[in-house]
Each structure stands twice: as structure tokens, then as C-alpha cells.
């Protein structure tokens, strides 16, 4: 493996700071089709004549390819070179999502070639934070990795912007190839960053995977928070810019132009969690991982209770507590997977990032379908003249999963394996 950044010098720690730059400008590509779906979701809703439910069925099956593909992927890092995995996912996420832009035309072909998409996503995100955490000493572990998560966010965002930005102008099949575009030179720009990579040498355990994953009660535990984390925020970011469309056309815009800003305003919504995850990979270092993960946790909880009742409110009132929900929705996900590396022994670390991929992402395939549940189910509820009931309550099913989390950790803190995490370190 590449010089690891525990050796001493300024030169080492310059060196490691620019190969993370690099990571995270490749990830920025990489994540353009993200959530590229979701700025587009109102228009296709409308021109295939779906439903709020089969609408959040095509996200979240893009979220169980992701899945499928993390959970087999990350663990296959422990045994094969992650150079292979990480590019050759890229370019399947590019290709799937250029089929998307060509051949989508209803429910059941958009479900199947979001699927495909998801698949390739999940070569990427995990498999790179485990090359960060690799690179990277205990002590310098959680900002490292909250810089990384936070070029996911920010990649997150682009891909709103992009996508509406393009859509508006050239409609979303223009937008969608644009997005397979940037992921191809996103796999091109990922050669550099494997110049000179050797897999580390991973020892493995005389116990096994059922001992250092499956029965690591630590290592379960943050998974679990990690879950919770996922079911809100993937709730909370799928419909983002539908709400605000459903929003500005409530304040009287037009569709077309509802959408379009809609996608902008989501998109600085997410990307300012680009900021938020840096900030909280820091803090954990010095406060440690349980407690920064319980007050974030516990802070966003508060706005996914309330953010959906100010959809018929001020529009600037709305746009601020957006932009605090936008920050810290996504704060704590640097620190449960920096966490996850000191709990799980090296030469399992794939397989503990395949289980948490597993964990977090079918809550979070769950989560965004329940939202348009409850939307469809409440729809036209006003429990007080003008207000719409049925947003509120919606954002409210996310907001279970911002309480769940500071429980998970509350009895992690509890067990007696947690002194392995004292201090951020193992």
C-alpha cells in the first residue's frame, strides 16, 4: 500500500492531504447521478402518471442495487485490489444511468434501470472510505473521512443543480447523459489516485467473521445508529426538491419553473452538509464519536419533526430552517463509519462496510417510499385551515430515525467494549 500517513513529515502530511483532494474531486463526478432522479421526480410523475408511492419505489430501488452491489463489493476489498472494484463500478453506474437518459419511458423500465444504476454507486462510496481509512492514522481518521463524506455531499448537490439546471434548459434525458458524462471523466480521473496502490497486507483472526463482525456487539451497535441515520436522511433528501416544488407552486409559480428552482434550492440544501461533515469528523476526534453522533442526531430529529409544517408558511422562514436541516441531517455520517474502523479488526473492515452498507441503505430504501405513503395516505389533511398536514407528517416518519441513532449509542456508551473508542481512538 501507499506510504501510510503515520509516518512522520510535513512532506507525508502534504502528500496524503493532495491524494484526498484528488478522492474527493473524483467522487464529485462520480456522484452527479446520484440523486439525479429526485430533481427530475415531479416532471416524470407527471408524464408517466404515477402515483407519490411508485414515485419513491424508483428511488429506493436505485437504493437496493446499492445494496446488492455494496454489500458483495465492499467485502470482496478484503481479497481483491479495490482499484478494480472502484473503477470498474464507476464505469457501470456511468453506462447504466446513460441507458436510463435513452430508453426510461415508464414505471417498470425507470424501476429496472435505476436499479442498475444503484448497482454501480455501490463499488464506490464504501470501497473509497476504506482507502481513506487505510491512508489515514486514529487520530486524523475523522476529519479525513468527514472531508470525503463531505465531497459526497457536495457531489450530492451538484447532482441536483446539474440535473435541474440542464432539465430546464434541454429537458431531463439532456440532463441525465450530461450526468453519465461527468461520472466517465470521474473514472478517468480515478487512475491517479491508484498510482503506486498495493492492497495493504490484512491479517486475519483465528475467530473469524462471526467474531470480529457478526458477534462484535460494538460493531453492531454503530451499524444499527448508522441505519437510523440513513432511514433519516435518504427520507429527508429524496423528497426535498418535491417539496419545495409542491412549495413555490403553493407561493404561485408555474410548474416548469417550480421545478427548476425547486432543484436548486435542494441542491444547496445537501451540499451545505459538504461543510457540516468536515466540522463533525473534527469534533469527534476530540469529543468523541458516541456523544458528537447523539447531539447531531438528536438536533436534526427536532427539524424532521417541524420542517414539513412550514410548507404553506414564509417562503425565507422555510429556506433557513432548510438550510439548518441540509446541515445537519448528513453531520454524523463521517463519524459512524470513522467509528466502525476502530471497532472492527483490519482484515474484516470490508466485511463490516459490506454489513453496514446492507443495514444503512435498506432503511434508506424503505425510508422514501414510506414518505410518498404518507403522503398519498394523508393527502388534502389540514388540521389547521391552510396548513398541509400530509408534508408535515411525512417529514415526521424520517425524523424516527434521528431518535433511534442516540439510543443505539446511548448503549454502546454502556458496554464495556466502548473504551476501545475513547478519545476517537481504538
Not at 142 to 167: D, H, K, N, P
Not at 212 to 234: D, F, K, Q, T
Request: hydrophobic content about 50%; overall charge positive.
Amino acid at each position: 500500500m501507499i506510504s501510510p500517513a503515520s509516518c512522520p513529515g510535513t512532506a507525508q502530511e502534504q502528500k496524503n492531504t493532495r491524494w484526498l483532494l484528488l478522492v474527493c474531486l473524483c467522487q464529485l463526478f462520480i456522484m452527479l447521478v446520484f440523486i439525479n432522479y429526485s430533481a427530475v421526480l415531479p416532471i416524470l410523475r407527471q408524464e408517466w402518471g404515477m402515483s407519490n408511492t411508485r414515485a419513491g419505489m424508483i428511488f429506493s430501488v436505485y437504493q437496493l442495487g446499492n445494496i446488492a452491489s455494496g454489500v458483495i463489493l465492499s467485502t470482496l476489498t478484503d481479497r481483491m485490489n479495490t482499484k478494480v472494484i472502484f473503477i470498474g463500478a464507476a464505469l457501470w453506474s456511468a453506462t447504466a444511468n446513460l441507458l436510463f437518459a435513452l430508453y426510461a419511458h415508464d414505471f417498470t423500465s425507470a424501476l429496472i434501470l435505476r436499479a442498475l444504476t444503484g448497482i454501480g454507486m455501490g463499488g464506490t462510496y464504501m470501497p473509497g472510505l476504506k482507502l481513506v481509512a487505510e491512508r489515514f492514522a486514529p487520530a486524523k481518521r475523522g476529519r479525513a473521512i468527514g472531508v470525503y463524506v463531505g465531497s459526497l455531499m457536495l457531489g450530492s448537490s451538484l447532482s441536483l443543480a446539474f440535473t435541474g439546471w440542464m432539465s430546464g434548459l434541454y429537458g431531463w434525458r439532456v440532463a441525465f447523459i450530461g450526468c453519465s458524462i461527468g461520472v466517465f471523466a470521474g473514472a478517468l480521473l480515478s487512475f491517479p489516485i491508484f498510482h503506486g496502490y498495493r492492497p495493504a497486507v490484512r491479517p486475519r483472526s483465528d475467530s473469524g467473521y462471526t467474531a470480529e463482525v457478526a458477534r462484535n456487539r460494538p460493531a453492531r451497535l454503530m451499524i444499527l445508529g448508522y441505519g437510523s441515520h440513513m432511514w433519516e436522511m435518504y427520507g429527508m433528501r429524496s423528497w426535498l426538491a418535491p417539496f419545495f416544488t409542491s412549495a413555490l407552486i403553493g407561493w404561485g409559480y408555474g410548474q416548469g419553473r417550480a421545478t427548476g428552482l425547486a432543484s436548486t434550492i435542494a441542491a444547496l440544501l445537501v451540499g451545505i452538509g459538504a461543510f457540516s461533515t468536515a466540522v463533525t469528523g473534527t469534533l469527534s476526534d476530540r469529543f468523541g464519536r458516541t456523544a458528537t453522533i447523539s447531539m447531531v442526531m438528536l438536533s436534526s430529529a427536532v427539524l424532521s419533526f417541524s420542517f414539513g409544517w412550514l410548507i404553506n408558511t414564509n417562503f425565507l422562514l422555510t429556506l433557513a430552517i432548510g438550510l439548518l436541516y441540509g446541515y445537519l441531517v448528513v453531520a454524523e455520517s463521517p463519524v459512524f463509519s470513522t467509528g466502525l474502523t476502530e471497532l472492527v479488526a483490519p482484515g474484516y473492515l470490508g466485511a463490516a462496510m459490506g454489513l453496514q452498507s446492507l443495514v444503512g441503505y435498506s432503511l434508506a430504501t424503505i425510508s422514501p417510499t414510506v414518505f410518498g405513503w404518507a403522503l398519498d395516505t394523508f393527502r388534502g389533511w389540514q388540521p389547521v385551515p391552510g396548513i398541509n398536514g400530509a408534508w408535515g407528517l411525512a417529514f415526521a416518519s424520517v425524523g424516527i430515525g434521528g431518535l433511534a441513532g442516540p439510543f443505539f449509542m446511548w448503549r454502546l456508551r454502556r458496554s464495556p467494549e466502548s473504551l476501545k473508542m475513547a478519545n476517537g481512538r481504538r
